[in-house]
């Protein structure tokens, strides 16, 4: 389906107010287009004919209906704009929540390959620019169109002949129209193209902007940035050319022409004497041939804002045709914890598999350890148990069913996930570990921080559990971001759990607390740890140790210490690490 069909089915969703609104401006319209005919009849059959004795009585009378037309275009105008812009406004707010719910559904794969900032240069910028079509483009149109129709109706009734002279108009705008939308269609791509790339940049460069001032990157962005924005300019450039030759030009050239297809017509008329013309008449024509050419005017002028809001509206439908999963309330009886990884295989992308044929068990209440170098496939073998993705090839069930055979959300329902790096959202402590949830109390938030020990380290803070958190904690310490997550994780009360590197960025002093609080975790729950510091894990019920993609050696932690093979050296190597940190 068509970019334009396609908005006007978001318009058709209310199409009362919009009705509504072009029902008073037909009105308002047509009240105004009365003028000219009001003034023909007080000039021709008045003025005109009185012979110097004139009769103020039906001027009067005339002179009144022409002040009450005028009073009702100025009420049925007013009221026209202010429901068209109001149906606009409603347009936009559900195409926004559409845009941002749909978002919500699609698959970790597709934010892969979209930085963040051009997600959110088309939730905001492009749905912004289709508010400007409903808003301004349709209403300039609507009325474009119902004056130019009025006009023209006036004209025949006046004089069909010169009318029809005039129509010549309307194929050179539709002519001008194609040849405009033909180049600036092209330029608007690359214009809101370089709008989302400068959105993400920012939004990258913020993000870094740690790592950017440590290694004295500032001028290389800079540069970076320009160039984005002056490829921008360019095109804004070209567009305001193209635009400027557009409006005015045109229009200037057609009424040039228009006035004198009249000159000719009325004055070789008037020559011949085939021609009689009355001077009401002539002020009519005038008056409405004046009036024809700002509707032109106002059409050639929206020209510009119509192609960036259909290269919007394209952007923003490309979004919503995204394959995503509709998010559902089904509920899932609380899991026992079995998992079984059986010949499993994944790729990111085609073929180039980074999991191969892994197969292992992890019965209800077991710890299972995974371990091995950058890239060996430990986060990839979580991302496919949390369905951040799914498997290539193989099968992976919870108590003996497919977790493919639910629906996502269910699947996770009785999961939780501890990161590396926890992220926390703009709010309180308490939000953060309820997560918006209402069956989590505030009792029961603080009852998790004490159990993980969290009061060790955020009893100091002014205001508790209500103490204010910006965006991604980032006025807490790593110990008290990743004691907050751990907080959440335990108040949800998972059957299966995920430590992901969940002490890696931690300092010494608060390890201990979140070993504690690892160590509450994980009681009753089936759990997997993903580590690098191989000395937490040494209870671990089963260590897998990967390489490349591959289940290279299994078992518990004696049992790989007298394998001798690489779970052994990259103890050994830890140990002496440690070691050697003790000694210097």
Not at 90 to 114: A, C, G, S
Not at 258 to 284: E, N
């Amino acid at each position: 389906m068509g970019t334009g069909k396609r908005l006007v089915q978001y318009a058709l969703n209310f199409k009362a107010v919009l009705i509504t609104g072009l029902s008073m401006l037909a009105i308002a319209v047509a009240a105004d287009l009365a003028a000219p005919l009001i003034a023909k009849e007080i000039i021709d059959n008045h003025i005109a004919v009185s012979g110097g004795a004139v009769d103020f009585e039906p001027i009067a009378y005339l002179l009144i209906l022409f002040f009450v037309l005028a009073i009702i275009t100025a009420f049925f105008r007013y009221w026209q704009s202010i429901l068209l812009q109001r149906g606009a406004n409603r347009i936009i707010r559900k195409m926004r929540n559409d845009v941002y719910e749909h978002t919500q559904t699609l698959p970790i794969r597709y934010f892969d390959n979209l930085p963040a900032g051009k997600v959110v240069a088309r939730i905001t910028n492009d749905t912004e620019a289709i508010r400007d079509l409903f808003v301004t483009v349709l209403a300039q149109f609507a009325t474009s169109f119902m004056y130019m129709a009025g006009i023209y109706i006036a004209l025949f009734y006046l004089d069909w002949k010169m009318a029809a002279m005039t129509l010549v108009l309307v194929p050179l705008l539709y002519v001008w129209m194609l040849v405009y939308r033909k180049y600036a269609a092209r330029y608007n791509h690359v214009v809101r193209e370089k709008v989302s790339e400068m959105n993400a940049m920012i939004n990258e460069s913020i993000q870094g902007m740690t790592i950017i001032q440590a290694f004295r990157r500032e001028r290389k962005m800079k540069e970076e940035f320009e160039e984005l924005n002056d490829e921008h300019y360019d095109y804004q450039k070209k567009l305001l050319i193209l635009e400027g030759a557009a409006s005015y030009n045109l229009v200037g050239v057609l009424r040039s022409m228009t006035f004198i297809l009249f000159v000719w017509y009325f004055g070789t008329g008037s020559m011949s004497g085939d021609t009689a013309i009355t001077v009401g008449v002539l002020y009519a024509f005038i008056d409405y041939i004046i009036r024809l050419f700002n509707p032109i005017s106002g059409i050639v002028n929206q020209f510009g804002r119509l192609e960036q809001s259909l290269v919007a509206a394209e952007r923003v439908f490309q979004m919503l045709d995204q394959p995503g999963e509709a998010v559902v309330d089904k509920k899932v009886p609380r899991y026992q914890g079995d998992v079984h990884f059986d010949k499993v295989w994944f790729a990111y992308s085609e073929n180039d598999y980074v999991l191969k044929d892994i197969s292992f068990q992890a019965k209800q209440g077991e710890t299972v350890a995974l371990v091995g170098h950058t890239g060996s496939g430990k986060s990839s073998i979580m991302n496919l148990l949390f369905r951040f993705y799914d498997v290539s090839k193989g099968t992976i069930t919870i108590d003996g069913v497919n977790i493919l055979d639910m629906p996502r959300q269910s699947t996770r329902e009785h999961m939780g996930i501890v990161l590396q790096d926890p992220y926390l959202f703009s709010g309180t402590i308490e939000s953060n570990v309820t997560m918006g949830d209402k069956r989590i109390t505030r009792e029961m938030v603080i009852a998790a921080l004490a159990a993980v020990g969290g009061e060790r380290v955020l009893n100091h803070l002014p205001k508790g559990i209500d103490e204010p958190v910006v965006e991604k904690g980032s006025t807490l310490s790593s110990g008290q971001r990743q004691l907050v997550s751990f907080a959440r994780a335990l108040a949800f009360d998972p059957a299966i759990l995920i430590l992901d590197e969940a002490t890696s960025n931690i300092d010494t002093e608060t390890e201990e607390i979140i070993q504690h609080a690892m160590n509450v975790l994980k009681k009753g729950r089936t759990t997997f740890i993903i580590a690098h510091r191989l000395s937490t894990i040494k209870n671990a019920d089963r260590i897998l140790v990967l390489e490349k993609g591959e289940i290279a050696e299994a078992g518990c932690h004696e049992e790989l210490m007298k394998l001798g093979g690489i779970y052994y050296q990259m103890y050994k190597i830890q140990s002496g690490m440690s070691q050697t940190q003790t000694i210097g």
